[in-house]
């Protein structure tokens, strides 16, 4: 069955630093969007993504990020200078779009630990 | 605004037993959808079942059942004669006609005892 790939599974970076994650959704989907899970917390969405442009975002979701698709596989997100708070577990999840009851399908998940 | 809550953050059982997880909703839209899923130890989400707000009845599948009423908006959960695999995390979600965005609840755990 196709999945939706993140990498890396654990990221440790400096504060002020930037960082990128990678997400490779299922191939025919449409629909793509970030989530992130600070530990033990509840899954909060963070932005979605349709045909090269943001659909929907968050009051998470401010400057310090940005969500790209380079080519026609990946989706990114980048945190341009990273606080401690963004420790958390980062969720991309995807969608096909052809119906509005589609499940989110989501990748394992990348840690981002902020030190 | 949309909202969802789990009031329930942990339940234990002993193996075997029937185990109802509640879920709660607010919605003003007319048209929406709801989704559990289950986080296992390892971390991942994985999607378990989904409802529309316009589907008569309720549906078992399985071992996993579920209750959905309108009247009271809560969309319950039923695992029926658990096992130690279900431990996990259980989060129910929300998605509104002409969104994008799915609104999750807080998670109820669930751990179930041999």
């Known amino acids: 069955e196709p999945e939706v790939t993140q990498t890396p599974s654990h990221q440790v970076t400096q504060m002020g630093q930037e960082v990128i994650l990678r997400c490779v959704p299922i191939?025919?989907?449409?629909?793509f969007y970030w989530y992130r899970q600070i530990l033990g917390q509840k899954v909060e969405f963070l932005v979605s993504?349709?045909?090269?442009?943001?659909?929907?975002k968050s009051e998470i979701f401010d400057d310090q990020f940005s969500v790209e698709r380079p080519d026609g596989s990946n989706f990114t997100l980048k945190i341009r200078s990273t606080k401690l708070e963004d420790s958390a577990m980062y969720f991309c999840?995807?969608?096909?779009?052809?119906?509005?009851?589609?499940?989110?399908?989501f990748g394992n998940g990348t840690r981002l630990t902020v030190t | 605004a949309q909202k969802v809550t789990q009031a329930q953050t942990e339940i234990s059982v002993v193996e075997k037993e029937d185990v109802t997880l509640d879920c709660v909703y607010e919605?003003?839209?007319?048209?929406?959808?709801l989704f559990w899923y289950k986080q296992p130890p390892s971390g991942e989400l994985v999607f378990l079942i989904r409802?529309?707000?316009?589907?008569?009845q309720n549906e078992i599948s399985g071992r996993y059942s579920w209750n959905f009423q309108k009247s009271t908006s809560s969309f319950n959960f039923t695992i029926t004669a658990s096992q130690v695999v279900d431990s996990a995390v259980y989060f129910c979600?929300?998605?509104?006609?002409?969104?994008?965005?799915?609104?999750f609840g807080t998670g109820t755990r669930l751990k179930v005892l041999a």
């Open positions: 999840a995807s969608t096909p779009g052809y119906s509005y009851n589609s499940p989110l399908h």
């Open positions: 191939s025919n989907h449409l629909y």
């Open positions: 993504f349709y045909n090269n442009e943001i659909s929907e």
């Open positions: 919605t003003r839209d007319t048209t929406y959808y």
């Open positions: 409802r529309n707000s316009f589907d008569e």
């Open positions: 979600a929300l998605k509104v006609s002409g969104t994008y965005k799915y609104i």
